[in-house]
């Protein structure tokens, strides 16, 4: 059940780089291109946009709780898409869905400056801690858990 939610949490990882993360970059770069000061309300909106998507990550990357695809499935997608952007970019830019949005323009944005391969990269590590694997029993699971072994004899 762990893992399901992971996968589910991996899902909204994904809705929040792509709308939350790509559209907080695309306005601040507007601004920035434009001269205006990210001090400002939109600008700080924007900012907030960025920081909660990072704040989503953080979460999952270290949340010892959380199955670790819930990080490591989008960390993935991540490093293959840059990986094709390495091979050949018009095609990893032609795939970035939603071409109109000002949010497909700051995840692509992001996709070509390497941003999302150094997240994909730091998203992938927990899927390599063999702890984050095992589910953690506290004192109050002990009544409910039964050593099968034990329980039928198995083991004295």
Known sequence: MRHLLGVVLAVAMVAALFFGGGWGIARIMAMHARGANIATAPGLIAVGA???TGLLLGILMAAPGISPLGAGLPGL????WSALL???ARRALQLIPLHGHSFATGFGSMLATGVLALAGIMMVVPLFVPSRWRRYYSDEDDEDYVDMPTAIGLIP
């Open 50 to 52: 960025v920081l909660g």
């Open 86 to 88: 390495v091979l050949s």
């Open 77 to 80: 997608g991540l490093l293959a």
